[in-house]
């Protein structure tokens, strides 16, 4: 009669392979041996040794510039996170973040393929983060920052809960790359983006960093700059959900609005999220221009009583507008 080999004495015998390769340098078969390794932890049901075992190979084979086979370690990491459902954590995000930071820039294609299942691995755990998981986000926006890439930054910032960090990228970011007058620009988009986002918190702990942390901006209201003072009074009037006070807002501060064509398009879907308006049809050849043709359309879904009348258009899709 055969008897079968113990599992764990076999993994034992593959570890001792797979060491004395890395010693020869022999990475192909190092890579394979990993691989190896995996598929067996896996067939044990030991999914977190196996997933430790990629982790493990994939620093081992990158820092000896074993990209292409790290690369493909990376991705069968990513990839397995979903499939042997891995709970998020805080430490799994981290080690995330620093194969991320590891691979760099020039690995931008690499680190894509990469962190997109990552995301939608933590949606389908988290599933109240339709963006993926805050804490990945803040991470992933972290690295980007450091690489000086201000807008795949924002863009991560925005799905994270991290405003105080999201505001230090933005003053840097006016510092370098903006004009003095433009301080106001850089902070009043970002909020108006995430509002866009429903991410109302997110808005409101940025723009009170970025106040703080600006050294051309005095921290406490009224500001100077108007576009400020637009922005911390509509932050205020969110959860009343007041149509035509929104209405007032927006005509007060009309002459300032047209700074950025942009936002007419974000007013319009904070108009839509939090005051029941209809979506705003653009006229381009109204003399009033994008920003009095939506005052107009809001007017227009105000009652007498300063009340939104019932709309027949469906919900919108909240698009990230980066």
């Not at 980007?144 to 991560?156: D, G, I, K, R, T």
Request: contains cysteine; hydrophobic residues 35%; aromatic residues 10%.
């Amino acid at each position: 009669m055969m008897v079968r080999s113990d599992p764990n004495s076999i993994v034992n015998r593959v570890r001792r392979t797979l060491n004395n390769a890395i010693r020869d340098e022999n990475f192909y078969m190092a890579h394979q041996l990993y691989k190896s390794l995996y598929s067996r932890y896996i067939s044990m049901q030991n999914k977190n040794a196996a997933i430790m075992t990629l982790q493990e190979g994939i620093i081992v084979l990158y820092d000896n510039n074993q990209i292409s086979i790290a690369t493909d370690l990376a991705q069968l990491f990513a990839k397995s996170l979903s499939t042997q459902h891995i709970i998020p954590s805080e430490n799994m995000f981290d080690f995330i973040r620093d194969i991320f930071s590891k691979f760099g820039p020039s690995l931008s294609a690499e680190r894509d393929s990469m962190l997109n299942p990552i995301i939608q691995w933590t949606i389908e755990h988290c599933p109240e983060y339709s963006m993926g998981h805050p804490g990945l986000h803040k991470r992933i926006g972290y690295i980007y920052w450091s690489e000086a890439n201000f807008a795949l930054a924002q863009h991560h910032y925005l799905r994270s809960t991290d405003g105080l960090a999201f505001a230090a990228m933005l003053v840097e970011m006016h510092k370098t790359r903006g004009l003095k007058y433009e301080v106001d620009l850089f902070i009043t988009q970002a909020v108006l983006q995430g509002l866009c986002m429903r991410n109302i918190s997110m808005a409101q702990s940025t723009f009170q960093s970025y106040t703080k942390l600006h050294p051309a901006i005095n921290d406490e209201p009224p500001y100077i700059l108007p576009l400020l003072n637009f922005i911390c009074y509509l932050l205020k009037i969110l959860d009343g959900g007041k149509l035509k006070t929104y209405i007032v807002l927006c005509e007060q501060y009309q002459s300032s609005l047209t700074r950025d064509p942009s936002y007419t398009e974000y007013l319009d879907k904070i108009g839509q999220l939090f005051f029941h308006v209809k979506p705003f049809e653009r006229r381009p050849r109204q003399q009033n221009g994008f920003l009095g043709n939506l005052i107009s359309t809001l007017m227009g879904d105000c009652d007498h009583d300063g009340e939104p009348r019932p709309s027949s258009s469906r919900p919108i899709n909240v698009e990230p507008l980066d």
